[in-house]
Structure formats: structure tokens, C-alpha cells
């Protein structure tokens, strides 16, 4: 049984892009599929696809490589883990890599990218950051 699933998400993407893999699953949960979305939006992923098989859910992701072959996550990190949670007010989460990556949190609006809950001025739980 898997206790972290945003967690397992994350090690399955990272996993993929190293074996440079077109396609990986996902388990499915509404935050893991609130994080694929934003992962689509900003650019570091090509799709992402609920797949119902029955009662079991699973996320389909299509990863995205750059001209050389290589992923164009660079960097994908777990920051708020189930031992530790980490929360942030709207002014620490307004950057990351001078505006080349991106924070996601969880806050009570959902899961947001960092330069959507600064517009709306919230903070929340820091999930990830990828660059």
C-alpha cells in the first residue's frame, strides 16, 4: 500500500524521463490529478489521461523531451512529505529559479501553480517545485 501518493507520482515521472519512456501510469487521487493537469498547463508534460478500468482509476502521462532527447523536467521535488509539512505565505511562494520554475500548493482555492495563488493572494501546503 502506497501512503504517499503524490509522492509515488512524482518518483514514477522522474523515473520515466531517466529511462526516457514515452508513456507512464499513475495511481489515481484528485490531488495527483490536479498536479498532472498543472504539469500539463505549464509546459513539462504533453497529456495526461483518467483511465477507468472498472472500480480502479489510473492517470495516463505522455512525457515531454526536448531536441536532444533529454526530459524537460529538469528537476521535479517532493517538499511537503506526510512527516513534515511544509506551509507558505503568499509572498515565499511568488518565485522559484527567477521565474523559470514552478511551485505547486495545495490551498483551500485546490491545487494551484505558485503564480496563480499569489494573483489570488493565498498561501498554502507546498507539494512540489519543478524546473
Not at 493572494?121 to 512540489?128: D, Q, R, S
Request: aromatic content about 4%; charged content about 30%.
Amino acid at each position: 500500500m502506497i501512503n504517499d501518493l503524490v509522492a509515488d507520482a512524482l518518483t514514477r515521472v522522474r523515473n520515466a524521463g531517466m529511462r526516457r519512456l514515452a508513456v507512464t501510469t499513475l495511481v489515481h487521487s484528485k490531488s495527483v490529478e490536479a498536479l498532472a493537469n498543472i504539469l500539463v498547463e505549464k509546459g513539462y508534460i504533453d497529456s495526461c489521461n483518467v483511465i477507468e478500468d472498472g472500480v480502479k482509476k489510473t492517470i495516463k502521462v505522455v512525457l515531454k523531451y526536448d531536441e536532444n532527447e533529454r526530459t524537460v523536467i529538469n528537476e521535479l521535488k517532493r517538499i511537503s512529505k506526510p512527516g513534515r509539512r511544509v506551509y507558505k505565505g503568499k509572498e515565499e511562494i511568488k518565485r522559484l529559479k527567477n521565474g523559470y520554475g514552478t511551485i505547486i500548493v495545495s490551498t483551500s482555492h485546490g491545487v494551484l501553480p505558485n503564480d496563480k495563488a499569489y494573483e489570488l493572494g493565498i498561501g498554502g501546503e507546498v507539494m512540489c517545485t519543478v524546473w
